[in-house]
């Protein structure tokens, strides 16, 4: 079955290049476009097209969908090409003319627009809340190790004297930032497109601000044709928030993965989170942070995999936009899978203590020794030099100290303000 039918068969290589996968995609928007159609609905009896009693037959029969979908009973058979007939085949088998009714004043076109950002609302929150326990968790993991000292490089150098409280402390900082970048998707995606029709509007005297309060939405999406360019647009900024916290997780196991390794031996993992070698009886390998990582960076990529779809295209609907939830919906997945797999093994982390005790990390205080110079009245140059000399003889003594003061240093991690920023950002 098919919305657009008009009698003529269509070739049965070009519906099955044209439908694709849209089928299994479309079960993700099942429950939003039976509620998108439940306002629908409403709003035609409001304005005279829908009887009472039609109306309540229809909205109990959509609520059946929603739970359907919600338990992950409801099916798109191939003999339907995409979520929108088959609820309205399932509404005229039920209802009969109840059911031929709900299509009225509305495209698959506004439909569809209304499913994914319904969908993307819901998923905006969902991440926003598994940033907001990473984030949690780090600051926990910064509060209790904040006084054990780690060396920081720069240029994977020996650099200068930073801490467990500070690295924790300092992807948490970043989340707050992704936090901002998910709040700004979910401003774009919160508007209403319904009503919008095909990209148009419609004849009808459709109420669109009663559509808007009862999903929901914060706003409506006044001008039609603004609101059909919106589809891209939408899944784009989502996209870009989604890659903005999946490069803060990609980062964060990077690092996992560096400091675990022999060479610098920071931090360990317990076997639940490491896997073997089929050769090497050795080997604790940290494949979980391998796979975020990875998974992360593929994320990254789909802001410009949704660019390179929509960039050329002008106004109105193009089927092309079809193809972003291919991208879309498993990125969705994937980014939630690896927060939680974040969550669920950062907290095993086992920090290791007097790290500095090596030899090799006595540079690490070079810029504290010529500080404490500058302090006492030397020129910073002059101090400079004198510190270079004495690495250049063997004559450096390291005070395997810091005593930095400043918001943001070592020695005062600012984690109060931190949270702070969160509870603001969030």
Known sequence: MKLWEKGIPTDKQIEHFTVGNDRELDLVLAKYDALGSIAHAKMLHQIGLLTTSETESLVLALEDIVIDAEKGHFEIED???????????LLTLKLGDAGKKIHTARSRNDQVLV???????????????????????????????QNVLLPGYTHLQIAMP???????????????????????????????????????????????TFTTKELGFKTLKFNSVAAQMSRGKSEKTVA????????????FSMDVCLYMSQNFDF?????HLTTGSSI????KNPDVFELIRGKCNKIQALPYEITLITNNLPSGYHRDLQLLKEGLFPAIQNLKACLDIAI??????????????????????????LNEMVVAGMPFRDAYKVVAEQLENGTFKSPKETKHTHEGSINNLCLKEIKRKMRDSY
């Open 79 to 89: 003999s339907f090409e995409d979520v929108h007939s088959k609820i309205e085949y």
């Open 115 to 145: 499913d994914v950002n319904l969908y993307l609302k819901d998923v905006v929150k969902e991440l926003k809340e598994q940033v907001k326990s990473l984030f949690d968790l780090l600051m926990e993991s910064a509060e209790k190790h």
């Open 162 to 208: 930073s801490s467990f409280g500070m690295w924790f402390s300092a992807y948490a900082e970043t989340l707050i930032d992704d936090m901002t970048m998910l709040n700004a998707a979910l401003k774009i995606v919160d508007q209403n497109p319904l009503g919008s029709a095909a990209g148009y509007g419609s004849s009808f005297p459709i109420n669109r």
């Open 240 to 251: 870009f928030a989604m890659s903005s916290v999946a490069a803060t997780l990609a980062k």
């Open 267 to 271: 931090i360990s993992l317990p076997a």
């Open 280 to 283: 090497m009886p050795h080997k």
């Open 344 to 369: 669920f093994a950062i907290k095993d982390i086992k920090v290791k203590e007097h790290i500095l005790d090596d030899k090799k990390y006595d540079y690490l205080f070079t810029v504290d020794s």
